[in-house]
């Protein structure tokens, strides 16, 4: 969630003194990453479905800074690598499930069906964008694109879900429609720009190898 290098940059001095501490007392990086994706799932379950949304956001940002922390972790016990990206952007998964299924439990006990709908579109969209990403690059293209990549969707409903908290009427529910559309317009762009790489290679006959129609190489 928190990718800016200025942010990053800017809590590293309080960052590093914890990490150093953690590190002493033998605390690996993935264990933190573990811990952190544990606190934001069962903050996210608990308190979105209660309506509860204000604490929950306080409390899921606590964890979120579990994100800085075991990457920092990481490199100063030389531990950084392939492993410790693929656990971090693996588990990442399932705290975006966590927070959108606990907002989607909310509308759906609170008959709105429009708002649950519109939040079903951000939870499956969202393992839509990451998973296409993932497909591109084990095909030899690149989808790095997209209005509503992941730091800017939990960034716009948290903020909403923060302010509705207060009892603010609507901001929640036109922030996860609006969210949907900026999702399939997201989904539509990595589409396309997969397409422009790929269809060349296809029509020429010089494209990368990739499993026949049907086949999931998730």
């Known amino acids: 969630m928190l990718n800016n290098a200025d942010v990053r940059k800017g809590i590293a001095k ?11 007392i033998g605390v690996t990086p993935d264990a ?10 069962a903050s996210a ?18 964890f979120v800074f579990s ?11 030389n531990r950084a690598g392939p492993w410790g990206n693929f ?26 069906p429009l708002a649950a709908a519109a939040t079903w579109v951000c939870l499956v969209g969202g393992f839509t964008i990451s998973y296409a990403k993932a497909r591109a690059e084990s095909v030899g293209a690149t989808a ?13 409903v948290l903020a909403a879900a923060f302010i509705a908290g207060f009892g603010v009427p609507w901001i929640l529910q036109g922030a ?7 999702v399939l317009i997201t989904i539509g762009q990595r589409f396309a720009k997969v397409k422009s790489q790929l269809h060349p290679m296809r029509t020429s006959g010089a494209g990368p190898d990739a499993p026949a129609d049907g086949d999931d190489a998730s």
Do not use: C, H
């Open 14 to 24: 309080f960052i590093d003194p914890v990490a150093k501490k953690l590190l002493d």
């Open 32 to 41: 933190i990453t573990y811990v952190g994706t544990l606190g934001v799932s």
């Open 45 to 62: 379950l608990w308190f979105f479905p209660r309506g509860q949304f204000t604490i929950g956001v306080i409390v899921i940002l606590l």
């Open 67 to 77: 994100d800085l922390l075991d990457g920092t972790m990481a490199r100063m016990s």
């Open 87 to 112: 656990l971090d952007s693996t588990l990442d998964r399932i705290a975006d499930g966590a927070v959108f299924g606990g907002i989607l439990i909310y509308f759906a006990t609170q008959a709105e």
């Open 144 to 156: 790095n694109v997209g209005i509503a990549e992941r730091a800017e969707r939990l960034i716009l």
């Open 176 to 182: 996860v429609l609006l969210l949907a559309i900026l």
